[in-house]
């Protein structure tokens, strides 16, 4: 069944949706025939992104909501299915970056990235899921990871290890909605994104003291990668394609991020210790090679 037959008509909920492949899912999303939700914490973004979908002819809802709130996102499921309807989709995606030295890293940088990048992926499951489950309706929730979430890699410590935390969270939850006999309805999914065009590095937070030079030069590597990033649009349409398959895992780029995952794995088998061979985010490197 192809990505259109089984999600038009649906509801889709987005968070992050203001830019990066969060605006690429909402977009396809929208092409492939449904009503698109809007949450980010940025007012003008969504908006924005609003306009343009109905100016499409898309019925599109903006929300802001701070996924750090729960009672935010909890508002946010309730309004969604009083006035929008029932949600096919869920993407929780929202999420932030941070460079520099794990010691460097400003405490509450640190806890916006556990607050953002995981407790907001909690709070959609949370909020969204108990309804999901009542309506018996066919759904789908996907939680972002990362190329991150299966490599090492240093002066983005939080960062990786907040995608390593949410592909965790998702593959439990996948065995939780089986043990609990719901599988037959509700499609729980991991995406893994590579290199997507997007504001993140931009917007990462970096460090007020310590090493600076080595933060700002991971963020110098970063922009470079960015250069020559996947368009998010085509990184969405891909995914949709590949939940549309059946798969847990999707992959903007399945050759480049399938590299990733396999070196994971041989390092875990093999059992060796990281070790630095390079400087770039690639999984032509090792796993702690950024």
Same mark, same amino acid.
């Given at each position: 069944?192809?990505?259109? &037959?089984?999600?038009? %008509?649906?509801?889709?909920?987005?968070?992050?949706?203001?830019?990066?492949?969060?605006?690429?899912?909402?977009?396809?999303?929208?092409?492939?025939?449904?009503?698109?939700?809007?949450?980010?914490?940025?007012?003008?973004?969504?908006?924005?992104?609003?306009?343009?979908?109905?100016?499409?002819?898309?019925? $599109?809802?903006?929300?802001?909501?701070? #996924?750090?709130?729960?009672?935010?996102? &909890?508002?946010?499921?309730? *309004?969604?299915?009083?006035?929008?309807?029932?949600?096919?989709?869920?993407?929780?995606?929202?999420?932030?970056?941070?460079?520099?030295?794990?010691? =460097?890293?400003?405490?509450?940088?640190?806890?916006?990235? +556990?607050?953002?990048?995981?407790?907001? #992926?909690?709070?959609?499951?949370?909020?969204?899921?108990? *309804?999901?489950?009542?309506?018996?309706?066919?759904?789908?929730?996907?939680?972002?990871?990362?190329? %991150?979430?299966?490599?090492?890699?240093?002066?983005?410590?939080?960062?990786? @290890?907040? *995608?390593?935390?949410?592909? $965790?969270?998702?593959?439990?939850?996948?065995?939780?909605?089986?043990?609990?006999?719901?599988?037959?309805?509700?499609?729980?999914?991991?995406?893994?994104? %590579?290199?997507?065009?997007?504001?993140?590095?931009?917007?990462?937070?970096?460090? =007020? =003291?310590?090493?600076?030079?080595?933060?700002?030069?991971?963020?110098?590597? @970063?922009? =470079?990668? *960015?250069?020559?990033? @996947?368009? $998010?649009?085509?990184?969405?349409?891909?995914?949709?394609?590949?939940?549309? &398959?059946?798969?847990?895992?999707?992959?903007?780029?399945?050759?480049? +991020?399938?590299?990733?995952? $396999?070196?994971?794995?041989?390092?875990?088998?093999?059992?060796?210790?990281?070790?630095?061979?390079?400087?770039?985010?690639?999984?032509?490197?090792?796993?702690?090679?950024?």
């Amino acid at each position: 069944m192809s990505a259109r &037959e089984l999600f038009s %008509g649906g509801v889709a909920v987005v968070t992050g949706a203001g830019a990066g492949i969060g605006a690429g899912l909402a977009r396809h999303a929208a092409t492939l025939g449904m009503t698109v939700v809007l949450a980010d914490v940025d007012a003008q973004a969504i908006a924005s992104l609003r306009q343009q979908l109905r100016a499409q002819g898309v019925t $599109a809802v903006d929300a802001v909501c701070d #996924v750090r709130d729960w009672e935010a996102v &909890e508002q946010l499921a309730e *309004k969604t299915y009083r006035d929008v309807g029932p949600v096919r989709l869920l993407v929780n995606n929202a999420g932030v970056e941070q460079f520099g030295y794990l010691w =460097d890293t400003p405490v509450e940088n640190w806890n916006r990235v +556990v607050d953002i990048n995981i407790t907001g #992926v909690f709070h959609g499951v949370r909020a969204f899921l108990p *309804k999901i489950l009542a309506s018996r309706d066919p759904a789908w929730v996907w939680n972002l990871s990362s190329i %991150g979430g299966v490599l090492a890699t240093p002066l983005q410590a939080s960062y990786i @290890m907040s *995608k390593h935390a949410v592909l $965790a969270l998702t593959e439990c939850l996948q065995l939780e909605v089986q043990l609990a006999g719901h599988d037959d309805h509700v499609h729980v999914q991991a995406v893994l994104p %590579g290199a997507v065009v997007s504001n993140i590095f931009e917007s990462a937070g970096g460090v =007020d =003291d310590g090493d600076v030079v080595a933060a700002e030069s991971q963020r110098s590597a @970063m922009l =470079d990668i *960015k250069a020559e990033a @996947m368009d $998010a649009l085509a990184a969405a349409e891909a995914v949709f394609d590949q939940a549309a &398959e059946g798969r847990f895992y999707l992959l903007t780029q399945p050759e480049y +991020v399938g590299s990733a995952m $396999a070196e994971r794995a041989e390092v875990l088998v093999s059992q060796r210790a990281p070790a630095l061979r390079g400087r770039r985010f690639d999984p032509a490197h090792n796993e702690s090679g950024s």
